[in-house]
C-alpha cells in the first residue's frame, strides 16, 4: 500500500475576502526572502475548486467531493497559501497536514466596510457569486447558508444581497474560531493591523517561529478612486486585471513602479484571454496579435522617449561639467 503525501502546506491564512489578503500574501512573501527561508505563499490557491466541491458535497452528500479538496491540499505546489472559501473546510486542511499547518484568522475590524466591499464586488464581477449575485452570468459557486443548515434555500433566496454577504461574512469568521484548535498553532490580526510596526513583527515572529526581519509596510490592491459601474461587463474586467495588487504607497514613492505594475497586468490579462477563448468569443489569433503590436508599439515609443530624456540629461551634465571645468582655469 501506498503511503498517502503529506501536504508541502505549513501556513494556511484565512479571511472573509475584501479584508488584505494580497497585502498579507506579499508581506509573508517578504518575510521569507529578507530572512533567507526558501518558501512561497500564493493568493487564493484552488480557492474556486474548494468552493465548487464544497458545495457539491452539501448538495449530494457524496465524499469524494471533499477527497477533490484534500487531493489539492496535498499537491499544494507551495508553502503558504492566504485567501478565502477555505473557513469551510479547515477540518480537510488539518487532515491533509496531519497537523502541521499553522493558521492565520485575517479579520477586518471595519465590519461595514468590508461589507460593503464584498456587496460591491459581487455586483461588478457576478460570474464567481452564485448563490449571492441574482444574474445569469453566476455560474462558479460560493458557500452559503443552506449549505451548514443555517436556513433553508427559500429562506435564502429571499434575502437581499447586502443580508447574505452579512451571514457569508459572520459565518466565515464564526468557522475560523471553531476550527483553530484542529492546528497546531494559531494568530489572530485585524486587516487594519497588517502594516503596522507591532503587526509586522508579530506576523514576522509567527511566519519564522522566531522573530526575524521585519519586512516594510505593504499596500496592496487598496481602493483605486475611479468609478466603472456603468462600463460593460467586459470593460469592468479588463480595469480589475489592470489596477489589481497596485500598491498605491509604493505609486507615490516610485513613479516608475506604476509603469512596471500596468504592463505586468496587461500581460496577466492578454494571457487570461488566450487561455480561456470560451469565455471571450470575440477574441481570435487575430485580434490577439495586434493587441500585441499595438503594445509593442506603445512600449517601443515609450522606450525611445526614456532614452531621450536620458540622453539630454547627460548632454546637460556634460555641459556643465565643461564650464565648470573652464571657470578653474
Known sequence: MLKRQISRLQLLAVGAGRDGTVSLTEIINRIYAQNGIVATAAHEYASRDVYRNYCAFRETGKHKYLGFIEDS??????EAVVGNGYAFVLDVFARASQGRIRLIHLRRRDREACLRSLV?????????????????????PRAAAFHLGDMTREQWDALSLEARKAWYFDATHRLIETGRHLFVNSMSIATEDLSTPDGLARLTEFVLGRPGEVPEPVHLNRHVPLDFTDLPADQRLSLH??????????????????????AARFLDWWRYRNANRAEFPAE?????????????????ACLASVRAEKECLAGVARDIGGRNRAARR
Do not use: G, K, T
Open 284 to 300: 481570435n489569433d487575430a485580434s490577439l496579435a495586434r493587441e500585441l503590436d499595438l503594445a509593442e508599439h506603445a512600449l517601443s
Open 120 to 140: 460591491e464586488n459581487a455586483r461588478l464581477y457576478p460570474e464567481a457569486y452564485r448563490y449571492y449575485a441574482d444574474d445569469p452570468r453566476a455560474l462558479v
Open 241 to 262: 486585471f489592470l489596477f489589481n495588487n497596485l500598491d498605491l504607497a509604493r505609486s507615490a514613492r516610485e513613479n516608475s513602479y506604476l509603469l512596471h505594475h500596468v
Open 73 to 78: 491540499i496535498r499537491d499544494c505546489p507551495v
